[in-house]
């Protein structure tokens, strides 16, 4: 009531990180010119990540197509509702434009809970690879990184690779 400002909700501790969504656009349709269309998988630790949460939203809003890929653990319940898709099929990151990775958020996980068998199966299963993706798909990453668990040091430094663009984004955007 004091102001016209818009105001951004600077999200909360577990579930949204709006203002990474917003550099996470701006980075995409700097370098693909758009969003609308895109396919974007984001692999990895779905159910601890407020970043997932955010940019799904703000994805399916501009009218990308989203899936979220990881371990059955670490999908959360019913998150298909916000328009998603969900699978455990590291394989299906084959057909998206932007791969999007997150890593495990071991400082929000239960104590003693099991999410995966160990890091290493993780990484096998669904770590982000160069003979996993193909040509041309850019990849993203909020950081902070965890080079060798879930992506390859090859991927995160690879030409396809925004994060810089990521970095730079942020300051823009926020």
Known sequence: RF?????VNAGDGKHQHPTQALLDL????AEL?????????IVGDVLHSRVARSNVQALALLGARVTLVGPPALLPRGI???GCETTTDI????DADVVYVLRMQRERMEE??????????????????????R????????????RGVE??????????????RQVRSGLVVR
């Not at 102001?3 to 105001?7: E, F, G, L, Q």
């Open 3 to 7: 102001t016209d400002a818009h105001v």
């Open 33 to 41: 010119g758009r969003v609308e269309g895109l396919h974007v998988a």
């Open 80 to 82: 298909e509702a916000t």
């Open 112 to 133: 003693g809970a099991n999410y995966v068998p160990s890091l290493r199966e993780y990484t096998a299963r669904w770590g982000v690879t160069p003979e996993r993706l």
């Open 135 to 146: 040509p041309g798909q850019k990849v993203m990453h909020p950081g902070p990184m965890n």
């Open 91 to 94: 394989g299906a990151i084959a």
């Open 151 to 164: 992506i390859d040091p090859a991927v995160a430094d690879a030409d396809e690779s925004l994060v810089e």
């Open 26 to 29: 701006y980075a995409i349709h």
